[in-house]
């Protein structure tokens, strides 16, 4: 998105190569704009460091050094040392919250998300105010709610994120019939999610951004969500409601089948002009409707344009000269050593099957024991996770010091999973803080949590028996307000922000392990009962 204004333009997110080993293209292409002309600003604003946001590559070939970066609050320096590599000098570094008054009456504030499972610990969204216009950039960052930015006054524009950018539950080993069951509940929840926050903010107009990729490496086709060949019949892989990857097009379907009709759709080559009472586009192409029913040919295309840069991709994941098992003993056995949270939350051996070069055969079994704080090939031993992947990749990760596996490995979606019992976040926030700093920085994030008595409750009614229940008012998994998010039904409770179920009666949490929630009959009730 590049934001242009009379005091000066901001270029956010340019994301142009593949990321995640070739595995996430953009779309649709955007290869083809004019980014000489485009890289030329004012400002940059790069909002974490996932590589379909942070894109080394092209920031370095087209975007001007000159630029000024606007940098989230994050707490480690990872974006900014890697801004200053790639050859940007001058940043505003802002806080959280805090709006920022540039040159010419240019208001900026960016909200930094700091949790451990905020992207590659760090998120956040940028505001910008000119002339009385507002916009916000939510991107793909999940706040607990929006107020920081309504209580600024009226917003005209409102960018979010819409679409799936997650492996789940495509790479789960799991029949057919539960793998489209589990994308359709993940489908309904994005939207249920995106309609909040723009009930959350009622802008002017909403701009369906940040996804979702698409994927033209051959076996990673079937993630693309096209209408479904009668040859496929492969879960997830067709147009069909469990596939968690929707495009705008079913963006504004579903928008407008909840009566809405304030979505704006942006191809790149879009012009938005958006004025107090109006919002005028132009797009590069004659017909949207046409371009999105065209769109498994845009994606042929598009492929074939990128045959060879998936090609050289394949080549360079091989890295022989790493023995796997001593130098992941090397690496994860201190870093399992100083875990208290981690290793505690994740609780059992996990294990790591690594395939040959075809994927086909299973050439080395090796267990990460986090209870015993030991790497070593694997024995009969039950495990909480199993992941399943290319030697080669993980070769490659450890020749390149690779210190976020979430970052790099699973989000290339070039794994299977399959495991017991819950979901464990504990699992993926270890494997994306492979670094001293990284991991001292989630260990005192939990052991902070864990000790932050959270007092307040709130009451909830639930909607299908009507009864009361008396809850903490703050979710167990990442604080989201349960007065906005929380919802009660059939003695269930669901945090809409990420999904997060719990029992009411038990305070079981039933989405993942741990996170226990305290609920209890409201008093009325219990006089009633
Ligand atoms: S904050 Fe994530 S499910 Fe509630």
């Known amino acids: 998105m590049r934001i242009d204004t009379a005091a000066g333009s901001i270029l ?46 092209h920031l370095r070939r087209f975007i001007d050094k000159k630029a000024t970066v606007l940098l989230p609050n994050y707490p480690t320096s990872e974006l900014e040392d890697e801004l200053r590599e790639v050859g ?56 607990t709610d929006l107020t920081e930015f309504a209580r600024l006054g009226h917003v005209h524009a409102h960018m979010l994120q819409f679409s799936g950018a997650i492996w789940y539950p495509m790479v789960y080993e799991l029949p057919d019939g539960a793998k489209a069951a589990f994308g359709k509940q993940k489908r309904d929840r994005q939207f249920d999610r995106t309609w909040r926050y723009i009930d959350d903010l009622k802008a002017s107009w909403v701009f369906p951004i940040a996804g979702p990729p698409c994927f033209l490496d051959d076996e990673l086709w079937q993630f693309n969500d096209l209408p479904r060949s009668p040859q496929s019949g492969q879960a997830g892989s067709a147009g069909d409601e469990g596939n968690i990857f929707p495009d705008q097009s079913v963006f504004l379907r579903e928008y407008r089948a909840i009566g809405r009709d304030n979505g704006v759709v942006l191809l790149p080559g879009s012009v938005a002009t958006i004025t107090a009472d109006d919002c005028t586009v132009t797009h590069p ?99 909480r996770y199993r992941f399943r992947t290319r030697r080669a990749l993980v070769e490659n990760l450890l020749a390149s010091g690779e210190v976020d596996w979430v970052n790099s490995l699973f989000l290339s979606c070039r794994f299977s999973a399959a495991r017991i019992g819950q979901y464990n976040e504990f699992v993926y926030a270890f494997f994306k803080c492979l670094s001293e700093e990284r991991l001292q920085y ?22 299908t028996t009507g009864r009361a229940w008396q809850v903490q008012r703050r979710c167990p998994h990442l604080k989201a307000d349960l007065t906005r998010f929380g919802i009660a039904d059939e003695g269930t409770l669901t945090c809409q922000l990420h999904g997060w179920k719990f029992d009411l009666e038990s305070g079981r949490c039933l989405t993942s392990a741990g996170h226990p929630l305290r609920a209890q009959p409201a008093e009325a009730d219990v006089k009633d009962s």
């Open 88 to 143: 940007f000098t001058k940043f505003v570094k802002t806080e959280s919250n805090e709006v920022v008054e540039l040159d010419g009456g240019l208001r900026i504030m960016i909200q930094s998300l700091t949790s451990p499972t905020d992207g590659p610990i760090g998120d956040s969204s940028l505001w910008v105010e000119h002339d009385g216009l507002r916009l916000l950039n939510q991107n793909d960052a999940r706040p």
């Open 442 to 463: 989630a260990e005192g994030w939990y052991d902070e949590n864990e000790r932050a008595v959270d007092l307040e409750d709130v009451t909830l009614t639930d909607r």
């Open 12 to 57: 956010t997110d340019p994301w142009v190569n593949p990321a995640y080993f070739a595995s996430w293209f953009p779309f649709p292409d955007n290869s083809q704009l004019d980014w000489e002309s485009l890289g030329k600003v004012d400002y940059l604003y790069v909002s974490h460091l996932h590589r379909d946001h942070f894109d080394h590559e």
């Open 285 to 383: 192409v004659g017909d949207l409707n046409d371009f999105f029913a065209n769109k498994e040919q845009h994606l042929h295309e598009y492929r074939d344009r990128q045959r060879e840069v998936i090609a050289a991709a394949h080549a360079s994941w091989h890295r022989p000269e790493v023995d796997v098992l001593p130098e992941l003993k090397r690496r994860l056995e201190p870093l399992l050593e100083e875990s208290v949270y981690l290793a505690k939350g994740v609780g059992g051996p996990v294990r790591l099957d690594l395939t040959d070069d075809d994927n086909v055969h299973i050439v080395q079994s090796i267990v990460v024991d986090f209870p015993e704080k030991q790497v070593r090939e694997a024995g009969d031993e039950k495990v």
